[in-house]
C-alpha cells in the first residue's frame, strides 16, 4: 500500500476530531513525512510541502498567537488554500477560531492531540514509515522461535502449517499462516498476518483453528522482523543437498537479502526440531560464531600439521 486514509490515521494514533471535512475517509496520505509551516505563518511559501501533514506545535502556536487576527487569518488562508491532508495541533493548545471557519471555507480536517509536539512527530513518522513502506505477500507460514522471525515456505501439502504447529505447541509463537503480508521496514523485512485471518491457522483433516484461543495470547505475535527463511521441500532422491553448510544461500525480497535454507521432507525427520536448531545455528552465526567454518578450520589446521 503506497497510502493510508485520513480516518484510518486518526483512529490508529487517536486523534481528536475538531473539524471533519467531508472526504475524510477518502482523504490519502501519501508522504511518510510531515511538515511544521513556521516559514509559511511568516509569509514564506517557495517549496510548500503541502503534501504532508501539518503539525502546529508550541512555537508555531505562540508566534500565530502574536499575529493580529487580519494577518493570522489570512498567513492560515494561504496554508488552506493548498490542499493540505489535514491539519494537526499538537498539546491540547486551544484551536483558533480562524482554523475552524477556514476548515469549513476549505473543507480542511483539524486535528489535535495532546501529546507533545517531538513526541508526536516521532510516532507520526514512525507510523507512516510502517504503513506507507513497500510490501510484498506470500504464501507461508510465519512463526517467531527462540526470538527470530522465521518464514516457512514450501509448496502446498509438504507440512508448513504442521510444523509450525508442533513450534507452537513447543512453546513457539505463530504471526501468519497462509498468507504473510512482507513490509520494508529501515532496512530489514517485517511481516504480519491480515487483519482478517490473524491468529487463525489451517490444517488439513482438522480444520481451522484459533491459535490464540486454543494456546493463549502468549502463543501469538502481531508482527515480526524476518532473519530466516527455511523451504521445506519433498525429498528429491536424485537431488544433492547441501550437508556441510559452508555455502550461504539467500533469498531477495523487497530488494533485501535473507539467508535461505532447503530442508528436504521425507517420514521419521523432526522437522519441527530442525527448525529449533537452524533458528539457534542463525542466531550463533550472527554473533560471529559459525560451526561449519570453525570445523573446516579444523580439518586445514589438522592436515596442515600431517603434511
Not at 68 to 80: H, V
Not at 144 to 154: A, C, D, Q, S, T
Not at 272 to 284: C, D, L
Amino acid at each position: 500500500m503506497n497510502y493510508i486514509t485520513l480516518d484510518k490515521l486518526i483512529k490508529d494514533l487517536e486523534l481528536e476530531t475538531i473539524y471533519r471535512a467531508d472526504n475524510i475517509e477518502e482523504e490519502k496520505i501519501t508522504a511518510s513525512e510531515m511538515n511544521r509551516p513556521g516559514l509559511q505563518l511568516a509569509g514564506f511559501f517557495d517549496k510548500f510541502a503541502y503534501e504532508r501533514l501539518q503539525v502546529l506545535g508550541n512555537v508555531e502556536w505562540n508566534y500565530s498567537n502574536d499575529l493580529p487576527r487580519d494577518i493570522r487569518y489570512n498567513r492560515f488562508e494561504r496554508i488552506f488554500e493548498y490542499p493540505i491532508p489535514a491539519m494537526v495541533i499538537a498539546r491540547d493548545l486551544e484551536v483558533f477560531p480562524e482554523l475552524i471557519e477556514l476548515g469549513k471555507k476549505y473543507n480542511r480536517s483539524i486535528l489535535r492531540t495532546p501529546c507533545s509536539t517531538t513526541k508526536f512527530i516521532n510516532t507520526l513518522i514512525n507510523y507512516l514509515d510502517y504503513q506507507l513502506a513497500p510490501s510484498t505477500t506470500v504464501h507461508g507460514v510465519l512463526v517467531e522461535v527462540y526470538g527470530m522471525g522465521i518464514l516457512i515456505m514450501g509448496k502446498s501439502g509438504v507440512g508448513k502449517s504442521e510444523t509450525a504447529l508442533e513450534l507452537i505447541k513447543r512453546g513457539h509463537r505463530l504471526v501468519a499462516d497462509d498468507v504473510v503480508e512482507i513490509k520494508r521496514v529501515e532496512n530489514r523485512l517485517s511481516g504480519e498476518a491480515p487483519d482478517l485471518i490473524r491468529h487463525f491457522m489451517e490444517v488439513r483433516g482438522i480444520g481451522i483453528l484459533d491459535i490464540e484461543r486454543l494456546y493463549g495470547v502468549g502463543a501469538v505475535k502481531k508482527s515480526e522482523f524476518i532473519d530466516l527463511i527455511i523451504e521445506l521441500e519433498f525429498w528429491d532422491e536424485n537431488k544433492e543437498y547441501d550437508r556441510v553448510g559452508l555455502d550461504e544461500e539467500y533469498m531477495e525480497l523487497l530488494n533485501i537479502q535473507i539467508p535461505k535454507l532447503v530442508i528436504p521432507v521425507r517420514p521419521g525427520r523432526n522437522l519441527s526440531m530442525i527448525v529449533e536448531v537452524a533458528a539457534r545455528n542463525t542466531r550463533q552465526k550472527k554473533l560471529g560464531y559459525n560451526a561449519a567454518i570453525e570445523l573446516n578450520n579444523k580439518i586445514r589446521t589438522h592436515m596442515d600439521e600431517q603434511a
